[in-house]
């Protein structure tokens, strides 16, 4: 199985959203991969140490170059409005979407 970029959060984000979404997600996900390969290495070891804090970092960063690609005309699906009002708690390894109940676990 090929590693996918923020593995534990896409596996989460899966349970949450609809598989449209989660199919659109990983498709940019792959563009920003192939646009910045180092990001795919940090979010490997980052799944590898079960490294949460880490992954909410790379997150912010694909959140950049996801706008730099749709700026550019890389990519045309816009960033996901839940993106700017996710949440993430490093001690239960839940992602709350915006400030009601809804949340997703990472899945290392």
Known sequence: MQPEL???FMKGWATAGNETQVRELRDVFLEVAKFRPGLMERSIRA????NSV???????????VMVELCNSGSI?????????HLRFNHNSGRV???MGGRS?????
């Open 96 to 98: 709350h979407i915006g």
């Open 76 to 84: 045309k699906t816009p960033i996901s409005p839940y993106f700017s």
């Open 104 to 108: 997703f676990p990472l899945l290392f």
């Open 6 to 8: 923020l593995g534990p």
């Open 47 to 50: 799944e590898y140490e079960k």
């Open 54 to 64: 880490e992954i909410e970092k790379l997150l912010r960063e694909i959140q950049k």
